[in-house]
């Protein structure tokens, strides 16, 4: 331990942590992310947070085809010091290779979703869609809490520039053809 009380892991080594990293340090916080080979501790989330992602867990099992996976708060390997946290992601079923697994690669991810936290806005909104674009995932939404009430900004990726294109924002109902056909009453959230 350190004069500032915090355990020495929490202190990167010369040039940052890697995605390897997350599965050897002991006592780590769940959910921590590596972003830019810096370790990033999740704060207490809200309400909203928890009910958007269950609402689009349970919508995307339901029409998903059989060989896709939803998956909530699994980590993506992106790169050597890149290693963030869904809040949701859609992979492909032949990324599953064991109830221990702890993180999928970027290749095995159709989709990837980020529900603005206030203390990951920027993240959220700006530095993880450009990963996750960069990396090639297909396929992005941005949830924004509108109300009480989930907004879903549908990208997809431009494959020759590697960055996101809005596709549409979604109110009250979430219906796509893209990855897969999707509907999603998202006014389900009133009655959780």
Do not use: C
């Not at 099992?61 to 708060?73: G, H, M, Q, S, Y």
């Amino acid at each position: 331990m350190t004069e500032s009380s915090l355990p020495d892991w929490a202190f990167p080594p010369p040039g940052g942590f890697t995605a390897e990293d997350l599965d050897r340090i002991p006592q780590l916080p769940a959910h921590t992310e590596l972003i830019d080979g810096s370790l990033v501790f999740v704060s207490p989330q809200a309400s909203f947070r928890t009910r958007t992602m269950y609402i689009l867990e349970v919508g995307l099992n339901r029409t998903i085809p059989a060989d896709l996976r939803a998956r909530r708060e699994m980590s993506v390997v992106l790169g050597k010091r890149q290693r963030p946290e869904p809040d949701v992601s859609v992979i492909h079923a032949s990324a599953e290779h064991s109830p221990e697994q702890t993180a999928y690669q970027a290749e095995d991810v159709v989709l990837a979703v980020e529900v603005i936290s206030p203390e990951s806005e920027s993240r959220d909104r700006d530095r993880k869609p450009a990963l996750y674009a960069q990396a090639g995932i297909k396929h992005f939404w941005l949830v924004e809490n509108q109300s009480g009430r989930p907004a879903i900004y549908v990208y997809e990726l431009d494959p020759l520039a590697r960055s996101y294109v809005l596709t549409g924002i979604h109110h009250d109902r979430l219906k796509l053809s893209a990855p897969f056909d999707i509907d999603i009453d998202l006014t389900e959230i009133d009655s959780l």
